[in-house]
């Protein structure tokens, strides 16, 4: 089974995939090929301690550090673990840097390829037939779809998430954040941001929050992409 097709959604209603999946998981339990303490090890470990509070760090040191941001664009792989956050499914990262003109959009049109260690485990929507067709073919259309409308100037590019390589975007900086901490910084950035299934805004209530928390002291430690655009 390969690790990025697994999937551990409990419940009574299971997607055609799901089906499939639970049932090839029993037959290789079965046969004694497939411990499932083990399994729901994993899923538990990237579930709780594992997560999108990893990649939303990594987005607000490169908004606060500029020489920790040129490591994260060099290099993503070497500068996430610089920091900790390495395993399965971050061995090649590359970061994508949305800029006003520019908005990136993540999407594995084969199965569900994601970077583990950043964000923890795909969202069920991620690994949908439905997004990973519109993702490349009407990428506003499907970012509308999640009410996110990018003014008319923004070229949305699509970029195909592999074995080989996967993604982590970083989003635009919302403004009226500067001198914010990196924990208030991250505060901001969710999971979908950093697929680029959203945008990170601020919100009303907290436009007051104070400005001169403690910033972090951190210690900061490509492949040929594919991409289309829309």
């Not at 994993?42 to 020489?67: C, M, N």
């Not at 999407?107 to 929507?125: I, K, Q």
Request: proline share 7%; hydrophobic share 40%.
């Amino acid at each position: 089974m390969s690790e990025h097709e697994h999937d551990h959604t409990h419940g009574s209603s299971l997607s055609e995939m799901d089906a499939r999946t639970r049932a090839l998981e029993s037959l290789l339990v079965e046969a004694g090929l497939v411990d499932p303490d083990a399994l729901d090890a994993i899923v538990e470990y990237y579930e709780h301690e594992v997560g999108p509070h990893r990649g939303a760090r990594v987005v607000a040191l490169a908004w606060t550090d500029e020489a920790f941001r040129e490591r994260l664009l060099a290099d993503a792989t070497a500068a996430v673990a610089s920091l900790g956050y390495a395993g399965r499914q971050g061995e090649h990262l590359v970061a994508l840097e949305c800029t006003p003109d520019l908005h990136h959009l993540v999407v594995c049109t084969l199965c569900s390829c994601y970077p583990w260690p950043v964000l923890g485990l795909p969202p069920v929507w991620y690994k949908s037939p439905a997004y990973r067709a519109k993702a490349v073919r009407d990428p506003r259309g499907v970012l509308a779809d999640a009410g996110v409308t990018l003014p008319a100037h923004t070229a949305v590019r699509v970029w195909d998430s592999t074995a080989e390589v996967r993604y982590l975007v970083v989003p635009v900086r919302p403004a009226g954040t500067d001198g914010w901490s990196v924990e208030a910084l991250a505060d901001l950035v969710t999971r979908d941001a950093m697929i680029g299934m959203s945008v990170v805004d601020l919100p009303a209530d907290r436009v007051d929050d104070p400005k001169d928390a403690p910033k972090d002291d951190h210690v900061a430690a490509s492949s040929a992409p594919t991409a289309t655009e829309g």
